[in-house]
């Protein structure tokens, strides 16, 4: 049988569990409950099937080890310890590292008896019976449903009939040697989910469907108002799919399937739970958290599509097109209406052009909305890496996180993870100190790091704050003059904020010894850039003694921006919205020249002034060009704690854009990020403010 | 012996197109399509034989200055001025041209190596020389054309 259209799905699946597990096992360590134990035991159950079921012999038996450990527990045959904490971790890793080789093409063979061999050892204590009695082969018999389920399936069956539509039950046979039979079952609830029918009830339900709790054969409660054989036809059409029966759904036969139901709930009481947990001593509460779970799940089994992430950007792409066009229809129906007045043609064009407008922007938003995810997926990791470096550098920390499900795109998501790993580690590693020095410093042992995550306007704000050491901007200064980043006196000249914002500085690393994990003073520089690179700010603020405080902005989203128009010699120039703070309008002399470059105050700060004409066409800005009469557009924009005016030729105004590379063709081109066209067809270049502020520095040094 | 399978294969189809007094030709199958000139958003900081980007029914397409490339002397736009696109995997690239005047048929067996040319920049650039009616005809190869373009 070839395993290889399996694999992928698998690989999804296997990451799951083992993100749940990893989770768990944390929670495990700080507060064990009858819930997690449970959870935890079915994500390494499942994942020992399906490793096994694909033929990796090497992660079933890892898995297994450990299931029987999660088994062991649940039953309170032996505590929680941090030592099988740790030997708990070194199996997951070993899954990983085995899920990664898979994923690249090879196979799960890693030699893990000793893990095994260190996991059975946490057992040895236990009750030898016990052990045997954990791991039966994975049933035959089908779970049953709750009859609570089943009058709900029964009631929205009767509506169907009264609504017309066609209720059948369907027998599907699956091929006996049928590889993953969830995965089949899934293709059948998805084709008849697309094929125009609804599944009222499943007999087992799509729980135990999705866990493989079934035989080769499995019963569908199907409302429809296409004929039953089409859809029968449909389903024939999925490969291992042996038969499909159908027939009416009648009261008798719906009596059957309740008749059957109700059988098997009444000789399995914990009827949501599965079956192969024979616990006699089981609490109430497990079954009820079995029929929680099931009644969670079915709907979201039913209503979520995966979709291939390549399908949602070629959707945004085309929508980003659309937006485009809907600025282009909207700026004729304004030149029609400027040239013929109070025409039909002209007014119902109008009319037109706002509709398309209002349907685009919904599309857009929706569209936008399948690509967020929430930032969980990022701060999942956190907690273990937290804990492990906090074990390594001997300290106690405690990491509070908020905000997991605040959502964000994708693309976003990808980049903002190795940043966050940097700072949490530094905050961890920098910030909280060890335990006695806390202690004699009047503050629990026990360090806390707060990691949030919250909307704010258009932005995505995430802060890292912790109760640590803190930084002295005085030893900052120091450091700074010392490394050759600032001289003396412009040292001296920075707010404290402005000096830990040296943290970012190239080269700055104010560890006095370096560690293997924070490494050398590299990294706040990277995350800097990184955080930039995709429109982000981070800014830092601390207090000697009490802590400092991360935080770091980044836009909901890299493809569609909102940006400040302005005109540059005769092209137009896109500005993200997100890096300006003010425009202003100024008279020619009110600038004036420090050392050949041109500022101007503003509130009482010195504002270094970039003629983007002279920036981007050559040329020379000096005491000579600012003699017109004329008044100057300066906008000022912000990266962190520095500031500096643009000088422009005329600002046009805000407006939405979307973001489009430009050809490598055009080599790289320095202060200018991408392009976007207008509503009148032209293209404007978009600005890459970090880039100027980085040249300005390279010309003040 | 087939002769209509002979000519069939043994022909190839090109636009031909002017620089200066010369006649250039691009294998048809590059080209995605001819357009007039029309405004050039000017891309500041690129390299000098680069013009700048269009909009081409939404996409952003860079445009070069053909002759610029080829180290030839440039000229004024003229209303015979055309930009013809071509694609290049999944690119799209624009070159300037100062005419474009046939689709040629040439016979592969009057193409000759590129050898008399030595010497001269433009001979980098150049796959073949193909004669029509006595005319010269210099065959571009593009991919080189618009190879390391950038960097």
Not at chain 1, 30 to 39: D, F, K, M, R, W
Not at chain 2, 73 to 102: F, K, Y
């Amino acid at each position: 049988m070839d395993t290889s259209e399996y694999i992928a799905l698998f690989l999804e699946e296997a990451g799951e569990q083992i993100d749940v597990l990893e989770r768990d096992i944390l929670q495990l360590e700080q507060s064990p409950s009858p819930e997690i134990l449970n959870e935890i035991f079915r994500a390494a159950h499942t994942l020992k099937g399906s490793s096994r079921a694909m033929g990796f012999t090497a992660m079933g038996e890892l898995t297994h080890a450990m299931e029987d450990v999660f088994d062991a527990l649940r039953k309170g045959e032996i505590d929680v310890s941090t030592e099988m904490v740790n030997r708990l971790f070194g199996a997951l890793d070993t899954l990983k590292t085995m899920r990664d080789q898979i994923a690249e093409g090879g196979t799960s063979d890693i030699a893990c008896d000793e893990l095994v061999q260190s996991l059975r050892r946490i057992l040895s204590g236990a009750a030898a019976e016990s052990l045997s009695a954990s791991t039966p082969a994975v049933p035959s018999a089908p779970t049953s449903t709750t009859i609570h389920l089943q009058e709900h399936e029964r009631e929205s069956a009767l509506t169907a009939i009264d609504s017309g539509l066609g209720v059948y039950q369907f027998t599907v046979h699956l091929a006996e040697d049928t590889l993953m039979k969830s995965v089949r079952a899934l293709m059948v609830l998805q084709a008849i989910d697309a094929n125009g029918g609804a599944v009222l009830a499943s007999h087992p339900d799509e729980e135990a469907l999705d866990d493989e709790q079934f035989g080769d054969s499995f019963e569908l409660l199907v409302a429809t108002d296409k004929p039953e054989e089409s859809l029968r036809a449909a389903l024939l059409q999925i490969s291992e799919v042996r038969d499909v029966t159908v027939k009416p759904w009648q009261d008798g036969s719906s009596r059957q399937v309740v008749a059957t139901s109700s059988a098997s709930a009444q000789s399995a009481p914990s009827a949501g739970e599965e079956v192969r947990e024979p616990e006699p001593q089981s609490p109430p509460s497990s079954a009820g958290d079995g029929e929680k779970s099931a009644t969670s799940r079915t709907p979201a089994m039913s209503q979520m599509v995966r979709v291939d992430v390549q399908r949602l950007d070629t959707l945004l792409n085309l929508v980003g097109e659309l937006v485009i066009d809907r600025t282009r229809v909207a700026q004729l129906g304004r030149e029609f209406e400027a040239r013929f007045q109070h025409d039909d043609m002209v007014d119902s064009l109008l009319e037109t052009a706002a509709h398309i407008g209002r349907i685009t922007d919904e599309l857009q938003e929706h569209i936008m909305k399948a690509r967020m995810l929430p930032i969980e997926q990022v701060f999942n990791r956190f907690p273990r890496m937290v804990r492990d470096l906090a074990q390594k550098f001997g300290k106690e920390v405690r990491l509070v996180m908020e905000g997991q499900e605040t959502e964000l795109d994708r693309s976003v998501i990808e980049m903002i993870s190795d940043p966050l790993i940097h700072m949490l580690r530094n905050s961890v590693d920098h910030g909280i100190e060890p335990p006695e020095e806390r202690e004699a410093l009047g503050k629990p042992r026990q360090g806390t790091i707060r990691l949030s995550a919250q909307h704010e306007e258009n932005y995505i704000l995430i802060e890292i704050e912790d109760d640590g050491k803190g930084m002295d901007p005085a030893h900052l200064r120091e450091v700074a003059v010392r490394k050759g980043i600032l001289a003396r006196d412009a040292a001296e000249r920075l707010s404290d904020r402005e000096a830990f914002s040296l943290i970012f500085a190239p080269g700055f690393s104010t560890a006095k010894q370096v560690t293997e994990v924070s490494g050398r003073g590299v990294g706040m520089d990277i995350v800097r850039s990184n955080i930039q690179r995709v429109g982000g700010i981070v800014e830092v603020d601390s207090t000697p003694g009490k802590g400092t405080r991360f935080s770091i902005r980044l836009p909901l989203t890299l493809a569609i921006i909102r940006a400040l128009l302005v005109r540059v010699a005769s092209e137009v120039y896109a500005i993200p919205l997100s890096s300006v703070l003010e425009t202003l309008k100024i008279q020619p002399d009110a600038v004036q020249f420090v050392g050949g470059h041109p500022v101007i105050v503003l509130r009482g700060r010195t504002l270094p002034l970039v003629n983007l004409q002279t920036h981007f066409y050559g040329g020379f800005f000096g005491a000579s060009s600012c003699r017109s009469e004329e008044p100057m557009f300066v906008v000022v924009v912000g990266l962190g704690e520095r500031q500096l005016g643009l000088v422009v030729n005329h600002l046009i105004g805000e407006q939405e854009i979307v973001i489009k590379s430009l050809s490598r063709h055009l080599g790289q081109i320095g202060g200018v990020s991408g392009a976007t066209i207008l509503g009148d067809g032209r293209i404007a270049l978009i600005l890459e403010v970090a880039d100027i502020f980085n040249n300005l520095s390279a010309c003040a040094a | 012996m087939s002769t209509a399978t002979m000519t069939a294969t043994a022909e190839r189809q090109v636009v031909a197109f002017r620089l200066g007094e010369e006649t250039y030709a691009i294998d048809i199958s590059y080209i995605h399509e001819i357009i007039r000139m029309r405004a050039i958003t000017f891309v500041p900081r690129a390299p000098h034989y680069m013009r700048g980007v269009i909009n081409l029914r939404g996409r952003i397409v860079p445009v070069m200055d053909l002759s610029a490339r080829l180290g030839l002397p440039t000229h004024e736009e003229t209303p015979q001025s055309r930009i013809i696109v071509v694609e290049i995997g999944n690119e799209s690239i624009g070159m300037i041209v100062d005419a474009v005047s046939e689709v040629l048929r040439l016979p592969e067996e009057q193409i000759e190596p590129p050898t008399q040319m030595a010497g001269s920049e433009s001979a980098n650039y150049i796959s073949g020389l193909g004669k029509v009616n006595d005319r010269l005809v210099l065959l571009l190869d593009v991919e080189k054309v618009v190879e390391n373009t950038g960097q």
